[in-house]
């Protein structure tokens, strides 16, 4: 078996997953959520989504909150 991989650094490694299955919330009916760990320092991030969003949309929620 392969060892972990340690991050050095903030933002080295990270952890996504998606938490689908919500009730409908907020002004828009997020029913998702995108879950960003940092693995160095344990950060979290919960950014609401829609389930149905297209993979463009998932990749710019990321790029303008996280990046």
Known sequence: MMKIQEPSRPWEIVHMD??????PGG???YNACLVIVDRFIKT????PCHKDDTAMNKALLIWNRVV
């Not at 998606?18 to 009730?23: F, S």
């Not at 979290?44 to 950014?47: P, R």
């Open 44 to 47: 979290q991030i919960f950014l």
């Open 27 to 29: 002004d828009r009916g």
């Open 18 to 23: 998606w938490v689908t299955g919500l009730p």
